[in-house]
T-cell receptor
Framework: AQTVTQSQPEMSVQEAETVTLSCTYD???????LFWYKQPPSRQMILVIR??????QNATENRFSVNFQKAAKSFSLKISDSQLGDAAMYFC??????????????FGEGTQLTVNP | GAVVSQHPSWVICKSGTSVKIECRSL??????MFWYRQFPKQSLMLMAT?????????EQGVEKDKFLINHASLTLSTLTVTSAHPEDSSFYIC???????????????FGDGTRLSIL
């Protein structure tokens, strides 16, 4: 079974600075997807960034980028120029590539990010 | 973009009543929808996978008679919490994937969740 681990229950960062959230996962699959979701106090799940395991290039979405280390099974999220609106719970998630039965997401425990003004 | 509508967003009811939560895909068809439960400051826990036209697949430890799931169409799945008790109070979230996605890189689309409070 796949597992996703986020070892940082809480993180804080000063506004405009950079923060990195850690995520490791365990799987025997070779083809899969990894995601970072943001859940603000409204509790809406917002997709931040995604990475296909077969791609070596790290995904980037504006101020958000990942460091994907497939051999180490590590998938960290870097937030640059942090903004107050970035404050939220962040979840790392894994999904096996394949048909519908394999499309379930496995979530990590979450990291609560605080952005200090 | 794809939108998933979940209703109601918040419900308070007495112990012993049944509560139905709806999850609709508004602009796409979804053969599969997922139901999650989330306790405060915790992660999302998959309860069941809802398949259109067939029985739902429940995760280990989830009572299928307690949490009834019906996926009668490609755009609607419902979760009914039967004879709800205070311990069923939680945040319930649904998600869906586009039907034509066969292993392609399409993320799940989440509803906004339902806060259930049982008195």
């Amino acid at each position: 079974a796949q597992t996703v681990t986020q070892s940082q229950p809480e993180m804080s960062v000063q506004e405009a600075e950079t923060v990195t959230l850690s995520c490791t996962y365990d799987t025997s699959e070779s083809d899969y997807y990894l995601f970072w979701y943001k859940q603000p106090p409204s509790r809406q799940m917002i997709l931040v960034i995604r990475q296909e395991a077969y791609k070596q290039q790290n995904a980037t979405e504006n101020r958000f980028s990942v460091n994907f280390q497939k051999a180490a099974k590590s998938f960290s999220l870097k937030i640059s120029d942090s903004q107050l609106g970035d404050a939220a719970m962040y979840f790392c998630a894994y999904r096996r590539r394949g048909e519908t039965s394999g499309s379930r997401l496995t979530f990590g425990e979450g990291t609560q990010l605080t952005v200090n003004p | 973009g794809a939108v998933v509508s979940q209703h109601p967003s918040w419900v308070i009811c007495k112990s012993g009543t049944s509560v139905k939560i709806e999850c609709r895909s508004l602009d796409f068809q979804a053969t599969t929808m997922f139901w999650y439960r989330q306790f405060p400051k915790q992660s999302l826990m998959l309860m069941a996978t809802s398949n259109e036209g067939s029985k739902a697949t429940y995760e280990q430890g989830v009572e299928k008679d307690k949490f009834l799931i019906n996926h009668a169409s490609l755009t609607l799945s419902t979760l009914t919490v039967t004879s709800a008790h205070p311990e069923d109070s939680s945040f319930y979230i649904c998600s869906a994937r586009i039907v034509w996605d066969r292993g392609l890189n399409q993320p799940q689309h989440f509803g906004d969740g339902t806060r259930l409070s049982i008195l």
